[in-house]
């Protein structure tokens, strides 16, 4: 859990005046609130499970996990597979109530097999941060497990063949709330062509269980537009007011 006294330099981090976030800051939560620390499995490149190893995903479903894992790590039902270092599967507690939807790996994720650990990732971590979320106790994955050559946008088909991987980690996880981060996650959970200035602001219900589905800015795109940043906070503001009630 996030040490709460780092709090004002996370929101620095995010470029957000201190004195604008005191004013429209979520109330500290109490001890009570805070996520435990995961009891579940995590995921990361590292974290395939060893052969007879006892199940410690926490919600009884390490070996679909697992499974699924294997079978994205040997895909190669698109072409992406030809220029990929690895594919990036997602990484987090296989219990967390968050699920943090991106686009698709870049060139680091690609090098470490985790999704958000470039710049983009470090500002995700701090905002993360600022609602009292610490990287490891939500779920982060992609739209797309590999990476698009020269950081294209996705295409159409590589979203469609890949998407029913997410889809699989979305019915393994059921997530309490979903935050779709940029114009193509969104536009695609929503199966939306609308801009994602129309996207963001609202909360969204998704797929057959009614997930909320909350909308905001790519971080990578923060650090290219950091006055959006106060736009993105308030986004944050509404995950964490759907995380304590749905
Ligand atoms: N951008 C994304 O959308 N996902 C990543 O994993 C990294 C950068």
Sequence with gaps: MTNPGMREQYLEAMGIPVWVLREAAVPEPAADEVQPADAGGTDSQEAAPTPGAPDTAGNGRAVEWSDLQETV??????????????TVFGVGSRTADLL????????????????????AGKLLNAMLAAIHLAREEVYIA????????NNRDPRTDEQATCTPYLQRQIDLLQPRVILALGRVAAQWLLQS???????????FEYGSQSTPLVVSYHPAYLLRSPLQKSRSWEDLKSVKRLLKDP
Aim: aromatic share 2%; hydrophobic share 25%.
């Design 73 to 86: 790590r040997t895909c190669t039902r698109c072409a992406l597979h030809e220029g990929r270092t690895q």
């Design 193 to 203: 062509d609308a801009p994602i200035g129309r996207l963001r602001g609202r909360t």
């Design 100 to 119: 943090i939807i991106g686009e698709a790996p870049g060139a680091e994720e690609d090098r470490r097999g985790e999704p958000f650990v470039g710049r």
């Design 142 to 149: 992609n739209i797309l497990k590999c990476r698009p050559p």
